[in-house]
């Protein structure tokens, strides 16, 4: 009598743990089809603005709260440029009456405030083809001062930030693209939230991939160690490829968030 309520006992127990584990798995199941549905609403929200915003992707302008006046943000690598060059930008800025001057996050100097009908000559003006601060593509290869200028620099960032500048700067991709080359562990250049990430070590560049700010921050995976300058640039040649040829409209940080580990597994053996 005693061994049957024994096992009637267990029995319910065993039933009462299989009734825990399937609310589990459904809960789960929801938080994954609400965070999948949360992704899908965001992401028809930036398709939206996006083409509600009225920005001039071909003259490389944005539009600004007026609706009718734009900025223009001429490209200087890494924020580095030569006198001239700022007292050419603040010339067009004063001939073109521009509300202001603003540095940017991505190492620009964006001219405010520019009419429609200006723009064209004020680019012509400072001698430059329109930049790529819009649009789907590498926006912006944002690098710190480095080994160049920095006493706590472990790799020269300026030298990488250019070639990765020079070599993938503007390139079209699925959706927009930043690259962050931080000379050491302080990250200056904010590479853990950037879609491809360097950060100077003792013995080569640590490189992340997947990282984002903005309304959905998201801190990037490890992706390799200690590389040089050369095999740094290759691997960003992969990664960059990789994601090009991806049939998907998300960024490169929501898109590997999306496809889960074994995908990014993959994605690893396939750029390394």
């Not at 999948?36 to 071909?58: A, F, N, S």
Request: net charge negative.
């Amino acid at each position: 009598m005693v061994e049957e309520e024994e096992k009637g006992k267990k029995k319910g127990e065993e039933k009462e743990e299989e009734k825990k584990e399937e609310e589990k798995e459904e809960k789960k199941e929801e938080e994954e089809r609400k965070e999948k549905k949360e992704e899908e609403e965001e992401e028809k929200k930036e398709e939206e603005e996006e083409e509600k915003r009225g920005d001039l992707l071909e003259k490389g302008a944005i539009v600004q709260r007026d609706y009718e006046t734009y900025a223009i943000a001429p490209h200087f690598p890494g924020g580095l440029c030569e006198p001239s060059a700022l007292r050419k930008v603040a010339e067009v800025a004063e001939k073109y009456k521009a509300a202001a001057l603003k540095l940017t996050s991505a190492q620009r100097i964006a001219i405010v405030g520019i009419a429609e009908s200006e723009i064209e000559n004020a680019w012509n003006d400072l001698g430059l083809p329109p930049g790529y601060a819009i649009g789907l593509c590498v926006r912006s290869v944002k690098f710190c001062p480095g080994t160049t200028f920095c006493k706590r620099g472990k790799q020269d960032a300026v030298k990488l930030g250019l070639e990765l500048d020079k070599r993938f700067h503007g390139m079209a991709l699925p959706s927009k693209f930043k690259i962050g080359v931080s000379g050491c562990t302080n990250c200056c250049a904010e590479s853990w939230i950037k879609d491809l990430g360097f950060v100077g070590m003792p013995r080569g560049w640590r490189v992340v991939v997947g990282g984002a700010a903005g309304a959905s921050p998201r801190i990037a995976e490890v992706l390799a160690e200690n590389l040089s300058d050369d095999e740094a640039l290759e691997l960003a040649d992969r990664v960059l490829n990789y994601y090009k040829n991806c049939e998907t409209k998300l960024r490169l940080g929501r898109y590997l968030k999306k496809v889960g580990l074994e995908e990014f597994e993959k994605f690893k053996r396939a750029v390394l």
